[in-house]
């Protein structure tokens, strides 16, 4: 079972190799952990130490400026007393001298380059446990000030990344530019994921059932590197203005129990509710629209709901009315910004660029959706509360007199 609050855990990377970054990084994700920082420059540790307050450090030892040593030395007046934070070293360098030294200035375990995977998760779940432990035996309402606490500073920095969003956003050029480096991570992880993974898998020793728990990360990082490409080769053609358009006659419901059947295994993971809303009195409606593209929508919104949604339920649905039909998606999750209302659609918009990231995904489902929508000549919009959930609607105008459109 997967321990929540582990996942959880601030874990922080000092490595001045970027490969070594990226594959923690990888195997981290893929373990589930949330909130990770890295970085690969020795002198910025100690300001990112106090800003990150981190259960963990994973430290290399050998790096320009400041060795791993000097930072842990540097360390020592930040940590509280009788505190227990882990320090992983990782190192080339496994002299005895070395181990005692850095065992002096802190260090609490060892891991040698080149690194095996199946022991650096092992030995980062065993120090995260020793410290939780540590910190509940201190005193639990400690700890759940310090959460408080913790996720009152995320909410400042998540309106302060907003607002420094919003005015990228006046500038088109700076905006990409910050988009395309942000994304480029939805490309490395995956990768790394199926080279360190399709390594593992080769090992003849491994035992039957880590090699399939290691094989189904690697078909999970294959499917999120084919999704992001696919989205990256939408989102070029709705810019290019290359997409084309291809009409015909849809069953609306036939088409919505097959995306229901789709994602109710999904959705069955997080133990979240999937329903099917159908008008009461259901005739058979069809719509005149490109199947593959409408198929897409659906695809994201769902998608998106499952998400950012931790609990409760998701509604998929559809009416005509008038002479208007009306698709919706309706979740229960944490509900968008008002501030990010305004924008959460626009083109090369992402709602958070922090480091550490919740979620996985480049951010571009929204983005697609509003260019598929468009492009078939309907409306996309929103309602939203925060921790209230959020609701989806998409609209086509129909002709009621031409029965191609709706039969």
Sequence with gaps: ???????????????????????????????????IYTTTDSRLVVNLFKEINPDIILLDLMMPYLSGFEIMEKLISLIPEGAYLPILVLTADVTAESKLRALENGAKDFLTKPFDLMEVDVRIRNLLQTRYLQLQLQNQNVILEEKVTERTVELKNTIVELEIAKTKAESSDHLKTAFLNNISHEVRTPLNGILGFSQIIAEPDLPFDEKQEYLKMLEESSERLLNTITNYMDISLIVSGNQEV??????????LKVQYESFKDKCAA?????????????????????????????????????????????????AFKESEFEFFVEDTGKGVAKVSQERIFGDFVQENFS?????????????????????????????????????????????????????
């Excluded at 409606?285 to 931790?310: G, M, Q, Y």
């Excluded at 989806?392 to 039969?407: A, G, H, M, P």
Aim: cysteine-free; proline content about 1%; charged content about 25%.
């Design 1 to 35: 079972m997967k321990d929540p609050t582990l996942k959880s855990a601030r874990i922080f990377i000092v490595d001045d190799e970027q490969a070594n970054i990226d594959v923690l990084s990888g195997l981290l994700e893929f373990k589930e952990y949330t909130n």
């Design 355 to 407: 480091v550490s990231r919740s979620h996985e995904g480049s951010g571009l489902g929204l983005s697609i959706t509003k260019g598929f929508v468009e492009l078939l000549g309907g409306m996309i919009s929103l309602e939203s509360e925060q921790d209230q959930g959020t609701r989806f609607y998409v609209t086509f105008s129909i002709d009621l007199d031409d029965d191609t459109e709706r039969l």
């Design 246 to 255: 291809k009409n015909s006659k849809v069953d609306v419901l036939s088409f």
């Design 270 to 318: 997080k133990n979240l509710e999937l329903i099917l809303k159908i008008p009461e009195t259901n005739t058979n409606s069809t719509l005149k629209t490109d199947k593959e593209l409408f198929r897409k929508i659906v695809v994201h919104l769902i998608d998106n709901a499952i998400k950012f949604t931790t609990n409760g339920h998701i509604i998929i649905g559809y």
